[in-house]
C-alpha cells in the first residue's frame, strides 16, 4: 500500500512563496496521475493541481492557475508544487492524492500566509 507524505509548508508573508512536496513510499507511483487539494478553516476541499503519469498534462484550479506550478519526478517517486505570489486565501492544508479517481491521502502541510 502507498503511503504520501507532504512537507514544505510554513508560514509565509503574502507575495512570498513555498515549495511544497508528497514523497510516496510503499509503491511506485510512476504510472498514476497525482494531484494537490487544499482545504481552507471553514471551506470546502478545494482542487488545486493535477498532473499525468508522464508530467507532459497539467491542470489547475481557477484560483491559483498562473500561481502556482505542480510537477514531478517519477524516479524519486515525489510531487511538488511550487506556490508563488501568496496571498491570504491560500492559507490551507494542503494535501497530496493519488489517482483520477483519489484513492489515497496524504495527511497535508499547513501552509499560512500572513498579510
Keep these: ?14 507575495g512570498g512563496s513555498l515549495s511544497l512536496s508528497c514523497a ?11 494531484g494537490w487539494f487544499r482545504r481552507a478553516p471553514g471551506k470546502e476541499r478545494e482542487f488545486v493541481a493535477a498532473i499525468d503519469w508522464s508530467g507532459g ?33 491560500d492559507t490551507a492544508v494542503y494535501f497530496c492524492v493519488r489517482g483520477v479517481v483519489v484513492d489515497t491521502w496524504g495527511q497535508g502541510t499547513q501552509v499560512t500566509v500572513s498579510s
Design 57 to 89: 498534462s497539467k491542470y489547475y484550479g481557477r484560483d491559483v492557475k498562473g500561481r502556482f506550478t505542480i510537477s514531478r519526478d517519477n524516479a524519486k517517486n515525489t510531487l511538488y508544487l511550487q506556490v508563488n505570489r501568496l496571498k491570504s486565501e
Design 24 to 34: 510516496a513510499s510503499g509503491r511506485t507511483v510512476s504510472s498514476y496521475a497525482l
Design 1 to 14: 500500500q502507498v503511503q504520501l507524505v507532504e512537507s514544505g509548508g510554513g508560514l509565509v508573508q503574502a
